[in-house]
């Protein structure tokens, strides 16, 4: 009887149990299919970005000399012993007593955004001389090759803080340094790309039917050239957001006085040993959003690249 008992028990339980399983089998595919952490990330930081002015704590430049270098809310002893201290700061303070999470937020601001315009316009610019290269070829095709060879040969840093000494340090400049290290990574994967396409025979029917080069790549090789360009787009990102972070932290990026993620870093170089979160929050958002948006650029170019697409 007692064996009758515990098998129907067993029974009874197995549904439950499969239900479980073939939950986290379906959960474990979904997310090995799709980027779905790294998109969510992403997300937060956007809308974190957009929402600073209104779900900030504190302004981003309101600093209570009482709390400098506050630690973070859950150290609550340091909060007991000072009674002088009535704010709690989540992450902590600064140095000025100004709130780390309130300006990692604004911070999120300039340096999407300067990373967002830079990558936008660098890569229409990349893109566009690499179509025209690999159209057209022949002395413009070596030209814009060679010019290509000298910048990258070229030593980008010493450039960006020779710019920000001769202009001064400003979002204009930043963006403008950042749109030169753009462009000539894409003109060689564009061009590349350009040169098989126009090797196409809806290419040759064009141009037998009278169409005219503008018309050529704009109708007929544009199309062909959008996947490439997503990918490289997404695989960048987090490169333009590392270089931001390194010309801020070097003082050749932002002025100093406008929260970005790497002036937050640069600040806070002087008290790791005393106020380790200074330093450790900003660059967590810097490694979060590199990561998640390699992820998604990794995960564009298997799904469009029916060599790497995973079954």
Sequence with gaps: MATDTASVASTAQS???????????KLWYVLRRWPVIPIIVVALLIFMALSAPWLAPYGQDEQNLRARQ????WYTEFYEEN?????RFILGA??????????????????????????VVGMAVGATLGMVSGFYGKLFDELMMRLVDVWNASPFLLIAILAAIVFGQSVTVLLVLLILATWAGVV????????????????????????SDLRI??????????NTVVVLITLRVGGLILTEAGLSFLGAGVPSNIPTW???VSDARQYL????WMAVFPGMAILLIVMSVNFIGDWLRDRWDPRLRQL
């Design 15 to 25: 549904p439950t149990t499969s239900d479980q399983q073939s939950f986290f089998s």
């Design 70 to 73: 506050a630690p973070p809310i």
């Design 83 to 87: 009674e002088r201290v009535t704010d």
């Design 94 to 119: 600064d140095h000025l007593g100004r709130d780390i999470l309130t300006r990692i937020m604004y911070g999120a601001r300039i340096s999407l955004a300067v990373a967002g315009i830079s990558l």
């Design 188 to 211: 060689r994967n564009v061009r590349a790309e350009v040169l098989t396409l126009k090797t196409r025979d809806y290419v040759a029917y064009s141009r037998v039917a009278g169409g």
């Design 217 to 226: 790549m704009w109708r007929h090789l544009t199309p062909g050239l959008i």
């Design 262 to 264: 790497g002036n937050m």
């Design 273 to 276: 040993n005393t106020a380790w």
